[in-house]
């Protein structure tokens, strides 16, 4: 992966410094097919804790009844959730940039069948024809891709009037890329800190791993490189708006006392919201 240049800063709101990068889905997709192997394997040994117990439960809690539509999961990964769309009754496509994300999850496809067309493909310009599917969904992969008007125009252009698009992301306010969370002698977050609100990063490197894997399984991984690309909210709901969509119903995970004490790391989550998530329909 070639380093990305930085260009120079300008002010958007004083004294905020905005960062131009250059870098695009290709660059970005490009970070994503390195991370996959390591990806795959920590979260389907249950790393991902955040997404098991908490985002996407409140992802599916807010759906609507997908049996027998006709849908698209834009940006997939190895396909955790696109199983359990094809599973609750839905006709699965779906896609990544990334194609290790993509053969991963066709090894699964073809190990436990669940009715899934899986392709390598950019959330950018999407291969399908206008007014095709039923409904869309993307599981945290939207705030992956600098071009964020572009895929909410390629979304709404390939779903059918009437259809409606649900997505997760990192909450633009809480979780920005610059959230510091502050504990207290237990270790419990009471605070959190968000330094720059309207900083705009568009490809700053940002390195971690699922914080939940094993000691021993970190270990054999290198640490996930994720260029971030920060949106502020107001923005977020814009370019909705703008693409064509009318905003139906928003959420922010907060875990519930029974989640907790399933998975005590969620703690994070109820001093302020990691994710949003937003459904939207393109009028009928
Ligand atoms: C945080 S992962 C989420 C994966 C999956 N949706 C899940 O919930 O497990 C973000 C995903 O977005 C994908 N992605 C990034 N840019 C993309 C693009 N331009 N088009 C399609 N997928 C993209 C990445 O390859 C990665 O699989």
């Not at 359990?84 to 194609?99: K, N, S, V, Y």
């Amino acid at each position: 992966v070639t380093p990305v240049e930085k260009r120079g800063g300008v002010d958007r709101k004083p004294p905020c410094t905005v960062y131009f990068y250059t870098m695009n889905h290709i660059d970005a997709g490009r970070y994503w097919n390195e991370n996959a192997p390591a990806w795959t394997a920590l979260s389907r040994a249950g790393a991902d804790v955040y997404r098991d117990y908490l985002n996407t439960p409140a992802f599916f809690s807010i759906l609507p009844e997908v049996a027998g539509l006709n849908g698209l999961d834009i940006g997939c990964g190895e396909g955790h959730n696109t199983r359990l769309l094809a599973h609750r009754g839905a006709r699965m496509t779906a896609i990544d940039i990334a194609d290790n994300f993509i053969a991963a999850a066709k090894q699964m496809e073809t190990a436990q069948p669940a009715g899934i067309s899986y392709q390598v493909a950019s959330a950018v310009e999407l291969p399908f024809p206008e007014n095709h599917f039923d409904f869309a969904t993307g599981f945290m992969s939207f705030m992956e891709m600098p071009e964020t008007e572009k895929v909410l125009a390629e979304a709404y252009r390939v779903i059918k009037p009437g259809g409606f698009l649900q997505f997760s992301i990192s909450h633009p306010c809480f979780n920005n890329g610059r959230r510091k969370n502050i504990r207290d002698t237990t270790g419990k977050t009471h605070t959190v800190q968000v330094s720059s609100y309207f900083i705009r990063l568009d490809g700053e490197i940002d390195e971690w791993i699922f914080k939940s894997a094993p000691e021993a399984m970190r270990a054999d991984y290198p640490l996930f490189k994720v260029p971030l690309f920060s949106r502020t909210l107001s923005e977020w709901i814009n370019a909705i708006v703008a693409a064509g969509f009318s905003i139906e119903k928003m959420q922010e995970p907060c875990p519930d006392e029974q989640q907790l004490k399933d998975c005590p790391a969620l703690e994070d989550n109820a001093a302020a919201p990691y994710f949003l998530q937003i459904r939207c329909r393109k009028r009928g």
